[in-house]
């Protein structure tokens, strides 16, 4: 949560860093700020409540000149969003400015002993408590920013990236992380800052990804890494691999449109290279390098949060069913905190769109602890998550913008299919036959996908006909149950209409106390080995007068009678249904969301990277 952006070399810094903040946006748009140094020491701080686009009007016709400078679009975590709280915050004496991607917890205690030196604050934040801390350090130690830093560092709990500059050294910016993700780009003669790559590849494709306890002091022309003990660390550069068009529009009105529609293809790069249904094969090393491990797994736990949870829930039933290993699926946020039993043999797989998320980085972290083998399920390339991981596989669904998530899910299931498949072959839990029919079904996904797309109007006038219900419930079985959580959370998050997902047979212990004729009721029922029972509930909802949209197989003669609305997808074998299953409900929630007016690229109070607890 929380985007920040740097820039120092020859340039105008305030434009690359306001292109920056707009790209950053998804990470949280409570309000935005940037700091311009010029190259007299003279600093210029401008900063709004609310979206980047706020902050480049109240900046019309300002000094805008600077050719270094730091920005920041927030997530608020200590005080509500306002212009006092945004970032970048100023130190006491003037001479620092800050930026800061995370939470210090222990900011409380530290305010109490600066208050006591005289210190005083004009925000609620952690930010300013850290920065003066680090201003007081300089003064009472007499030493080089950098190591009051250092020593400040030392003393503060919790996760930080910051983006510290002074006006003593205009040129220069100093970094540090812990828990929240930077980037550094390098340029000639110029470096560029951000907490992912996307501001930063239309400039240069090098970076150097910083670790956690590692500081940067970047000038024009250098960038020197250390860690907290001042001992030099070389750099390691990578080159991204990442298209300036993949993060635009491209065209669609949103992200989430565009990042919906792109799902043929994004399921087909995933799939490319690694599946090989001809052949029978699949090529995945990180599996295959470690496939004693895997086969011989004697449990194996999924950690996960939001839509990658969901994710996780459908490879539970596909790994037990394929693998004969148990799974359990674990909220990341729950597993942390527990003192989680892991055996030997034991498996953890993490799964992570933005491979940043707080919980589930530090969950990994604690089951590493324990001696467990972690496994990377994750969307961007040398994110943390990544990192940390012993081995992993990427889902390359490319950058994924809008917050909602929808084409990384699909990503994660198709990948979490080919590892379930993979295992399963080695282990010989399937049979060749069966082996070979589910690559033939998972090779057709991406063109089955687009099938349904073109029918993407229908949904849209689904929508329309229910935009203004105030509850919706979805139901499903076996795989599709947390397609149903999936598609209710989807509908929460875009629409802001209260939705709940249940398992279909669990709505007789509860959730039909709320059928009536207002209720709208999404049935996920396309043809598995429980149709017959699925139908049967939904004779129970109409019944009892609830509205009934249904998701069903083509051909399906029986439920159409059922239901007030039908959507039919392509037949797909049950376990990979849910691969076709999300996508009506995706639309089903964008196209409710831009119905009722919301700015479905950027949902009130969430932010797509939660990188702090
Ligand atoms: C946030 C996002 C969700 C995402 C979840 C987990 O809540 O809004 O879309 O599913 O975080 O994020 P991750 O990056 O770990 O998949």
């Excluded at 081995?391 to 299919?417: D, N």
């Excluded at 010989?428 to 998972?442: A, N, W, Y």
């Excluded at 419930?473 to 939705?499: D, M, Q, T, V, W």
């Excluded at 212990?509 to 059928?515: D, K, M, N, Q, R």
Aim: hydrophobic share 40%; aromatic share 8%; proline share 4%.
């Amino acid at each position: 949560m929380c985007g920040i952006v740097g820039y120092t070399g020859p340039r105008q810094a305030y434009p690359i860093i306001i292109k920056g903040l707009r790209r950053l946006e998804y990470r949280g748009y409570d309000s935005s700020g940037v700091a311009l140094l010029d190259n007299k020491g003279g600093l210029n701080i401008y900063k709004k409540k609310g979206k980047v686009a706020e902050l480049e009007d109240y900046t019309i016709g300002k000094d805008l000149g600077a050719q270094m400078g730091i920005g920041h679009t927030r997530w608020a975590t200590h005080g509500e969003p306002s212009d006092n709280n945004a970032h970048p915050h100023l130190s006491l004496n003037g001479r620092l400015t800050m930026i800061h991607n995370g939470i210090i917890e222990n900011y409380a205690q530290i305010k109490q002993e600066l208050l006591t030196k005289g210190y005083s604050f004009t925000s609620d934040t952690d930010t300013e408590v850290l920065l003066n801390f680090i201003e007081y350090i300089q003064n009472s130690n007499n030493c080089n920013l950098e190591e009051a830093l250092r020593i400040a560092l030392k003393r503060v709990t919790g996760a930080y990236c910051i983006l510290l500059i002074d006006k003593e050294n205009p040129q220069t910016i100093i970094a540090a992380r812990k828990g929240s993700p930077l980037v550094i780009g390098i340029g000639k003669g110029e470096h560029f800052l951000a907490s992912d790559a996307s501001p930063i590849i239309e400039y240069t494709k090098e970076v150097v990804y910083v670790n956690d306890y590692e500081l940067a002091i970047i000038n024009p022309d250098e960038l020197i890494l250390k860690n907290l003990g001042n001992e030099t660390i070389t750099p390691y550069i990578t080159k991204l691999d990442m298209e300036l068009a993949a993060i635009e529009k491209g065209g669609y009105d949103h992200f989430m449109l565009k990042e919906i529609f792109e799902q043929p293809s994004t399921i087909f790069d995933c799939l490319r290279g690694r599946l090989d249904a001809e052949k029978g094969s699949i090529i995945m090393s990180g599996v295959q390098e470690h496939i004693d491990q895997l086969k011989n797994a004697q449990r194996i736990i999924i950690l996960a949060c939001g839509t990658s949870w969901h994710a996780a829930l459908v490879a539970e039933y596909v790994i037990e069913e394929l693998c004969r290993i148990p799974v359990e699926v674990e909220y990341a946020s729950e597993f942390r905190y527990r003192n989680p039993i892991i055996n030997k043999g034991d498996i953890i797989i993490a799964v992570s769109q933005s491979g940043e998320t707080a919980d589930t980085l530090v969950a990994i972290e604690k089951a590493k602890e324990k001696g467990a083998f972690i496994f990377g399920v994750v969307n961007v390339v040398g994110s943390s998550i990544a990192r940390i991981s012993h081995a992993g596989a990427y889902t390359h669904a490319g950058p994924e913008i809008g917050v909602a998530s929808t084409k990384a899910f699909t990503g994660q299931l198709a990948v979490l299919f080919m590892i379930g498949l993979k295992i399963a072959y080695d282990k010989g839990s399937i049979t060749e036959d069966r082996f070979r029919k589910l690559l033939v079904e998972l090779q057709d996904v991406p063109e089955k996908v687009e099938a349904i797309l073109k029918n993407a109007n229908e949904i849209k006038k689904i929508a329309d006909k229910y935009k203004n219900a105030t509850d919706f419930l979805f139901l499903g079985r076996g795989c599709n149950f947390p397609i149903a959580l999936e598609g209710a959370l989807k509908l929460k998050e875009i629409s802001y209409i209260h939705a709940e997902g249940y398992p279909a047979a669990e709505m007789k212990h509860g959730p039909i106390a709320l059928v009536d004729e207002e209720l709208p009721v999404v049935f996920i029922a396309t043809k598995d080995p429980f149709h017959e029972k699925i139908v049967s509930n939904m004779q129970e909802i109409k019944a009892r007068k609830g509205k009934i949209i249904s998701i069903i197989t083509e051909g399906d003669l029986v439920s159409p009678s059922l239901s007030d609305d039908f959507f039919a997808i392509p037949a797909a074998d049950e376990l990979i249904a849910p691969i076709l299953s999300i996508i009506p409900l995706q639309l089903l929630s964008y196209y409710t969301g831009v119905a009722k007016g919301i700015d479905v690229d950027k949902p009130r109070n969430l932010a797509k990277s939660v990188t702090v607890e």
